[in-house]
């Protein structure tokens, strides 16, 4: 294998694996403490915790999405399509469950229930991002 080969495969490992962390995080630790932090601060906190966090994952995930269809485009493979397919449904869920589970905690609406909603869902995300890095595996 040649360097720049190397390089290449080693940015996309690096980048599945930020995911995969971030995600364990996630559903781990922050997600959970969401229910610890007082109603009267929770929305503050959680305006300045998804600035942060996009400001940090957006990029990865940018570069993440980058890699994989480029990886589909030039090589056509099943394991190409699957972590094609896994991406796709992370930022699915992303998109339609994750993103307005937030938008209800920032706007107060039902926190709880909201908050308990995005741990469950969570789950998937988890599971699909894990399953993008494992692939480097097969």
């Given amino acids: 294998m040649s360097l720049p080969d190397f390089l290449i495969l080693f940015t996309r490992e690096s980048l599945d694996l930020a995911m995969l962390v971030f ?19 929770i ?11 996009c400001l940090i994952m957006g990029p990865i995930m940018l570069l993440q999405i980058y890699g994989i269809t480029i990886d589909l485009i030039n090589s056509i493979s099943p394991i190409t399509v699957i972590r094609f397919i896994l991406l796709t ?40 991002w894990t399953s993008i890095y494992l692939t480097h595996f097969l």
């Fill in 23 to 41: 995600l364990w995080l996630v559903q781990i630790i922050i997600y959970p403490s969401f229910k610890k932090i007082s109603r009267d601060y």
């Fill in 43 to 53: 929305l503050s906190w959680h305006k300045s915790y998804q600035t942060k966090v």
């Fill in 89 to 128: 449904i992370s930022w699915l869920l992303t998109i339609m469950i994750s993103v307005p589970l937030h938008k209800k905690i920032e706007s107060n609406n039902d926190l709880e229930r909201s908050i308990d909603k995005l741990i469950k869902t969570n789950v998937t995300r988890t599971f699909t």
